[in-house]
């Protein structure tokens, strides 16, 4: 974090808790900060060199000489003409001022660019420490022998079964092989059922299996706690899901 916080490329979360962290007197961590400070500070040496053009000086040139011409001509009579080095100084320090203003445009281009791309990077490996920590748990909930199983079966024989682990600790993973997925933009939703008696099904995440009918799904915060479930369930819903079940549940499993 320590060359995006350089650039300003963090958000505020991000780079108050970088802050906080250095006002601990981390020695390590602030000498990183100089290093990336520094490594920033030297974007301004990657502008190419660059030069005005042939075309450009020679009509500058061209400008200043019939200028000075005429005003030698007007001011003939009275005053003395003025040295053509004065004259060639001044279209020389035109010539530099055009020439800075064209590399300090470039520069800033160039700085904003780095900018845009270090946010960009920051957010795909963010994007990536995500994908890998909810990998991670996945993992932990199948395989962990205090994970119990669900088997979810269909009144359809035809459709396959769905298979759940619920992790007291880290949650639910479902998965799911050749499920049909549902018609136009329906999605299926996941239901846990309460045992109180007559209580209503509390809503879970949504989803849709992929070209090849397969899925998985990790439900990091069950709504509701193992002991206090009896079972679960899936129904199809409208795109985003429901807050109640509108169709008959096509896969249940009891949690024992």
Not at 216 to 233: D, F, G, R, Y
Request: hydrophobic content about 45%.
């Amino acid at each position: 974090m320590f060359e995006a916080y350089a650039l300003g490329a963090l958000d505020a979360a991000e780079r108050l808790g970088l802050e906080a962290h250095l006002a601990t007197g981390c020695k390590d961590c602030a000498k990183a900060v100089e290093e990336a400070r520094w490594l920033v500070s030297q974007l301004a040496y990657l502008a190419p060199e660059a030069a005005p053009s042939d075309m450009l000086k020679g009509r500058l040139m061209q400008t200043v000489r019939a200028e000075a011409l005429q005003a030698a001509k007007q001011s003939a009579a009275t005053k003395p003409a003025i040295p053509l080095w004065m004259w060639a100084g001044v279209a020389a320090l035109f010539l530099f001022s055009v020439f800075s203003a064209r590399n300090a445009e470039q520069l800033r281009k160039d700085i904003r660019t780095t900018n845009e791309r270090a946010a960009s990077i920051l957010k795909e490996r963010q994007d990536l420490e995500a994908q890998l920590e909810t990998a991670k748990r996945e993992a932990v909930i199948l395989t962990d022998p205090a994970s119990v199983n669900i088997a979810l079966a269909s009144s359809d024989p035809q459709s396959p079964q769905l298979e759940a682990k619920w992790h007291s600790k880290l949650g639910i993973v479902l998965t799911g092989q050749k499920v049909p997925a549902p018609p136009g933009n329906r999605v299926l939703q996941l239901w846990l059922i309460p045992k109180t008696p007559g209580g209503k099904p509390i809503p879970s995440l949504t989803l849709r299996p992929d070209a090849e009918g397969k899925f998985v799904l990790l439900v990091a915060n069950p709504p509701e706690l193992m002991a206090q479930t009896k079972a679960l369930a899936i129904t199809e819903e409208p795109e985003g899901g429901s807050s109640q079940p509108t169709t008959t549940p096509r896969w249940v499993g009891g949690v024992s």
